[in-house]
Structures are given as structure tokens and as C-alpha cells.
């Protein structure tokens, strides 16, 4: 009997699109070793801080920069700490050039981002961003009621509870993805997305022990770290407000 190894050929494998979660690092220094300390620094609490996580270096900050990238260098360093560059974005020709010959792919510059917008453009981008990550626990509550959750949440983990507030007892790392349609209290570093009021619930609040979120938002109005907290709530205890519709982020008392 013959084979028709061209038609098997051709359905040995499919091409679809994929979304992923991938971790953003934001360069703001051309100096690697300076880099590579003060990424150490950053994780040293937090050893599960990253989980082999794909990275997007951004070189928009550095873009006008004179002196050459070694990106050898800044992607050992992240490669140390348990990440995957993979592509970069936002360079010179020069760097973007650079960044190729190791092997890293061009990505897409950012859009620009934006403070404050029409409730429903938030809502639509949360929507998104909530899409990305895969859902790895959903709590149903019939009723008001709280979620406790007391394991550190990494890179690509999720826990939205339904109908309910959440208390995450440990660290919710870079990547993972906090979900509530009350309340949201983390008693601990805050470093991933945190999205309270998830239904339109306006007067749900954030609270957290140490507040260094990758994006906080409250009934679809949203904030993410491009635009850089300031030193008073920065990494300190503190909570997230809605007034009217605009984010109020404030120091606990």
C-alpha cells in the first residue's frame, strides 16, 4: 500500500495565534553590571519571584542613549534569575540590531499609555489583560463572602473570586493576577496585577502591605506601573480608591 507522505506532511502540525503571558522589563540604565545588581537585589526576598517566565526587554528609556547595550550581559542576568528573553522593543536601529545578532526577536513598540480614560476604554483593556493569563483557580460564592488565599501566587497564576472578597496571605509575584468583584487585601508584596470591583462594584478598595503592583484597577478604571507610584505609597502599606472616576492611591494609617 503507498503512502502519501506530501498530504501527511502537511497535516502533521497546525499554525494558530496565541496569546501569552510575557513579563515586560523596562531597561533604564545602559549599564549592565549596575543591571544585573540591582535585579539580585529586587528578587532576593522573593526566590519564586520569577518562574522561567518569557521576557520583552523595552529599551524605550535608554533609546537615545550614545553608549552601546551588552546585551549579552542583561540577558545572563535575567537568565540567572530564572526568565527567558526572548524579543525587544522600543530601540534605536543601532539596538534593535544589536539585539538581533543574539538572537532576540523585534517586538512592537508599547502604546502610549494613559492615565486616566472613559470608564468603558478601561474596561475593554482589563478585559484583555484578564484574558491573557490562564485561570488557574475561580471561587463561586453564592453569596457576600471572602476568599483567603495563603500560598505566594507566581508569573501566570490566577485567582479571581466571584461574588466575594479575597485575602491573599503571601507574596503575589510579577505576572500573577489577583481578581475580586469586592475587596482585594494582600498582607503582603503586591508586585502582579490586582483588579477589585471586577463587576462595577465602585466601591470596592485595594489594600495592601506593600503595594509595588504591575496594574490596579477598581470597576474598570486602571493604573499600571508605567506611570510610577509615588515614594509615600511606593513599596510601603497602603490602599486603592475609586473618587468618582478617578484612582485614588494613599497611604494606610
Known amino acids: 500500500m503507498a503512502f502519501d507522505t506530501a498530504a501527511q506532511a502537511r497535516t502533521s502540525f497546525d499554525l494558530k495565534s496565541a496569546s501569552l503571558p510575557v513579563v515586560a522589563v523596562v531597561l533604564k540604565t545602559t549599564d549592565a553590571a549596575q543591571f544585573a545588581a540591582d535585579l539580585a537585589e529586587r528578587v532576593a526576598d522573593d526566590p519564586g519571584f520569577f518562574d522561567n517566565d518569557p521576557v520583552l526587554i523595552d529599551l524605550a528609556p535608554v533609546r537615545e542613549a550614545p553608549e552601546p547595550i551588552d546585551f549579552a550581559a542583561i540577558t545572563g542576568?535575567?537568565?540567572?534569575?530564572?526568565?527567558?528573553?526572548?524579543?525587544?522593543?522600543?530601540?534605536?536601529?543601532?539596538?534593535?540590531?544589536?539585539?538581533?545578532?543574539?538572537?532576540?526577536?523585534?517586538?512592537?513598540?508599547?502604546?502610549?499609555?494613559?492615565?486616566?480614560?472613559p470608564t468603558r476604554e478601561v474596561r475593554e483593556v482589563?478585559?484583555?489583560?484578564?484574558?491573557?493569563?490562564?485561570?488557574?483557580?475561580?471561587?463561586?460564592?453564592?453569596?457576600?463572602?471572602?476568599?483567603?488565599?495563603?500560598?505566594?501566587?507566581?508569573?501566570?497564576?490566577?485567582?479571581?473570586?466571584?461574588?466575594?472578597?479575597?485575602v491573599v496571605m503571601a507574596v503575589v509575584s510579577f505576572g500573577a493576577e489577583v481578581i475580586a468583584d469586592g475587596n482585594i487585601h494582600v498582607y503582603a508584596p503586591l508586585r502582579g496585577r490586582a483588579i477589585a470591583g471586577a463587576r462595577g462594584n465602585t466601591e470596592a478598595r485595594i489594600f495592601s502591605t506593600c503595594l509595588e503592583p504591575q496594574l490596579v484597577s477598581i470597576a474598570g478604571i486602571y493604573r499600571t506601573t508605567e506611570t510610577e507610584l509615588p515614594a509615600a505609597v511606593r513599596g510601603k502599606p497602603a490602599q486603592v480608591r475609586l473618587d468618582g472616576e478617578k484612582l485614588i492611591i494613599e497611604p494606610l494609617a
Open 77 to 117: 542576568a535575567l537568565r540567572r534569575h530564572s526568565t527567558l528573553p526572548v524579543a525587544v522593543r522600543g530601540g534605536s536601529a543601532a539596538q534593535m540590531a544589536a539585539a538581533r545578532t543574539l538572537g532576540l526577536a523585534a517586538a512592537p513598540d508599547a502604546p502610549l499609555a494613559r492615565a486616566e480614560a
Open 126 to 166: 482589563v478585559r484583555e489583560v484578564v484574558h491573557e493569563v490562564e485561570v488557574v483557580r475561580e471561587v463561586p460564592m453564592p453569596g457576600p463572602g471572602t476568599v483567603v488565599v495563603d500560598k505566594p501566587l507566581r508569573s501566570g497564576q490566577q485567582v479571581y473570586a466571584r461574588g466575594a472578597d479575597l
